[in-house]
T-cell receptor, first 108, second 113 residues
Framework: RKEVEQDPGPFNVPEGATVAFNCTYS??????FFWYRQDCRKEPKLLMS???SGNEDGRFTAQLNRASQYISLLIRDSKLSDSATYLC?????????FGSGTQLTVLP | EAQVTQNPRYLITVTGKKLTVTCSQN?????MSWYRQDPGLGLRQIYY???????DKGDVPEGYKVSRKEKRNFPLILESPSPNQTSLYFC????????????FGPGTRLTVT
């Protein structure tokens, strides 16, 4: 079993749609969690950290469920510019492990 | 401007010809890493360094070497490249261990024939 698993997609959604990604992790001692965004052939960039209570940044909401060992990312009112690959990242004892990413395409 | 730079950005080479990919950061970060990214496998850590002269193996270190003689530089060395090292390579730095944001370089696309 992979340490961090994501549905690779692709997710193709119309502009304005709400889309949700899930990510599961295997190490119950994992301490912190992140979502990164990666545009085609570019470097990953931090989208948001994920806090235990859940957190929101504009159209983006991240949730953490420690009991079930998954994190989620919700994107509301999708824009064309949201098209990218979204990487789930888990920190266990200082080491970051990346999921293989979920590809999102927002269609006009 | 805070950034991580890598050179070269693109490289095509032949099996066995030693090469070095340079990485430099201007943020005075202690922690630096090298990753490779392959389709379906995501980002896998090759080596990391927690400070000058302190380096350690990541998940896929075979065939690679690194050095950390200065805080800002963390070169990746392939002594004898092979075709299975064809990949997209990213250098990253962060100010602390674990909880902090990682800043990535623009990537180096390496092809070994």
């Amino acid at each position: 079993r992979k340490e961090v698993e994501q549905d690779p997609g692709p997710f193709n959604v119309p502009e304005g749609a709400t889309v949700a990604f899930n990510c599961t992790y295997s190490n119950s001692a994992s301490q912190s969690f992140f979502w990164y965004r990666q545009d085609c052939r570019k470097e990953p960039k931090l989208l948001m950290s994920v806090y235990s209570s859940g957190n929101e940044d504009g159209r983006f909401t991240a949730q953490l469920n420690r009991a079930s060992q998954y994190i989620s990312l919700l994107i509301r009112d999708s824009k064309l510019s949201d098209s990218a690959t979204y990487l789930c990242v888990v920190n266990s004892q200082g080491q970051l492990t990346f999921g293989s990413g979920t590809q999102l395409t927002v269609l006009p | 401007e805070a950034q991580v730079t890598q050179n070269p950005r693109y490289l095509i080479t032949v099996t066995g010809k030693k090469l070095t990919v340079t990485c430099s950061q201007n943020m005075n970060h202690e922690y630096m890493s090298w990753y490779r990214q392959d389709p379906g496998l995501g980002l896998r850590q090759i080596y990391y360094s927690m400070n000058v002269e302190v380096t350690d193996k990541g998940d896929v270190p075979e065939g690679y070497k690194v050095s950390r003689k200065e805080k800002r530089n963390f070169p990746l060395i392939l002594e004898s490249p092979s075709p299975n090292q064809t990949s997209l390579y990213f250098c990253a730095s962060q100010s602390g261990w674990g909880r902090y944001e990682q800043y990535f370089g623009p990537g180096t696309r390496l092809t070994v024939t």
